[in-house]
């Protein structure tokens, strides 16, 4: 028996992140996600969108067939 699991090389948001401290976000995703932790990774708010700035995922959890990473926005494209 298997488990679907998705690779992911940036942070989509689709506005749904939450602030932990100044620079530092929660977002929760659906299904179990891998993403490169500590390598800076481009953060949109879609897929097909523009890119907000650059993060670096800090902790991803798997829990309830969710993946939950903390990540930190290193840089700002825009104030949008």
Known sequence: MGMPLE???MIV???REK???E???LLEK????LYPIDIPVDVR???EGD?????MIKKVEWQNQATFITYELVSLNSTN
């Not at 659906?30 to 996600?33: A, D, H, M, V």
């Not at 890119?51 to 993060?55: A, D, F, I, K, V």
């Open 45 to 47: 708010k879609e897929i």
């Open 30 to 33: 659906k299904g179990y996600r």
């Open 51 to 55: 890119s907000n700035g650059t993060g």
């Open 13 to 15: 948001t689709k506005g």
């Open 19 to 21: 602030r932990l401290e």
């Open 23 to 25: 620079n530092l976000f």
């Open 7 to 9: 690779l992911n090389t």
